[in-house]
């Protein structure tokens, strides 16, 4: 069984940044690989970031490329989304989610756990 918390949201003016946290409770964190999603009001649940059990890979959605960054701190039981030059349609609930796997994947229904969601809101 893993818990996930996550925290770390908040509202933003438009080029700003955030960094998310969710920490997990549990043993498998070092053997789960790591995954944040967001949805939008009227939305989706979307993929945005996953990281895989050793955090030596990784994987973003197009939207966020070369503004968001996905890392893990295992000794921590932590995995983080430092979110830079936010834009209004990054506005979201963004949920952390956990994968008992080493295979990383993006898909939605391949994770196993989820966090309660923190509310991100960028203003323009």
């Known amino acids: 069984q893993v818990q996930l918390v996550e925290s770390g949201g908040g509202l933003v003016q438009a080029g700003g940044s955030l960094r998310l946290s969710c920490a997990a409770s549990?043993?498998?964190?070092?053997?789960?690989?790591m995954g944040w999603f967001r949805q939008a009001p009227g939305k989706e649940r979307e993929f945005v970031a996953a990281?895989?059990?050793?955090?030596?890979?990784?994987r973003s959605a197009d939207s966020v490329k070369g503004r968001f960054t996905i890392s893990r701190d295992n000794a921590k039981n932590t995995v983080y989304l430092q979110m830079n030059i936010l834009k209004p349609e990054d506005t979201a609930v963004y949920y952390c989610?956990?994968?008992?796997?080493?295979?990383?994947?993006?898909?939605?229904?391949?994770?196993?756990?989820w966090g309660q969601g923190t509310q991100v809101t960028v203003s323009s």
């Open positions: 989610a956990a994968r008992v796997s080493r295979v990383l994947t993006t898909a939605k229904h391949d994770y196993d756990y």
């Open positions: 549990g043993r498998t964190f070092s053997r789960s690989s």
């Open positions: 990281i895989s059990m050793s955090g030596g890979s990784t």
